[in-house]
């Protein structure tokens, strides 16, 4: 059973563009989070999507956003780029709401 | 706020003892808690979690204690390995039927577990 892929792995962009990144679940999982983890910050929880609807969001600005299609796939999108946005950005999926959060690899932003 | 705390940043065991990781917890609404283990550039893996209709939970190498009244958990690693050496994330949440929809899992900053040979 393949696990939760996000792609890309690695990107770099410039102040001021945006940037969408992705998430495939594990097969037959319905919840995507997406988390940000810098250093000494731990995981700070940035949204969770249930059948395609936003049921949380964390204290992000709304530069941040995101969505889940009907396969269950999920985007994250960051617009206007700032330096401090530079992270790993960890996208986890859960069969339902009570059980273990399996994560991706996640893709490390680097912001220019 | 923070809600879920593991108040030490990093532990150094030797080899073949025990190592103990603790975590504490504020939200009184969380009752199912979950240990994850990060190594750098790559996603946490899950290890073990508890709901609170127990105090204890055992997978092999690992046990996770809660003691609810103490909003306390602790993570027991034995024996530890250098292979152990990462760093390891408490997160809890609410359980279903608690109430509302809110059941985002929330994190601790994680303790950094050094396991010497």
């Known amino acids: 059973k393949a696990g939760v892929t996000q792609t890309p792995r690695y990107l770099i962009k410039t102040r001021g563009q945006q940037v969408t990144l992705s998430c495939s679940p594990i097969?037959?999982?319905?919840?995507v989070s997406w988390y940000q983890q810098t250093p000494g910050q731990g995981l700070q929880f940035l949204f969770e999507?249930?059948?395609?609807?936003?049921?949380n969001k964390g204290n992000f600005p709304g530069r941040f956003s995101g969505r889940q299609f009907s396969n269950s796939r999920s985007e994250m999108n960051v617009s206007t780029l700032e330096l401090g946005d530079s992270a790993l950005y960890l996208c986890?999926?859960?069969?339902?709401?009570?059980?273990?959060?399996?994560f991706g690899q996640g893709t490390r932003l680097t912001v220019v | 706020d923070q809600q879920v705390k593991q108040n030490s940043p990093s532990l150094s065991v030797q080899e073949g003892r025990i190592s103990i990781l603790n975590c504490d917890y504020t939200?009184?609404?969380?009752?199912?808690f979950l240990w994850y283990k990060k190594y750098p550039a790559e996603g946490p893996t899950f290890l073990i979690s508890i709901s609170s209709i127990k105090d204890k939970n055992e997978d092999g190498r690992f046990t996770v204690f809660l003691n609810k009244s103490a909003k306390h958990l602790s993570l027991h690693i034995v024996p530890s390995q250098p292979g152990d050496s990462a760093v390891y994330f408490c997160a809890a949440s609410p359980m279903l039927n608690s109430g509302g929809s809110n059941y985002k899992l929330t994190f601790g900053k994680g303790t950094l577990l050094t396991v010497n040979p």
């Open positions: 986890a999926s859960r069969l339902t709401e009570n059980t273990e959060a399996f």
């Open positions: 097969s037959g999982h319905r919840s």
């Open positions: 999507y249930f059948s395609e609807t936003q049921r």
């Open positions: 939200n009184s609404m969380f009752d199912y």
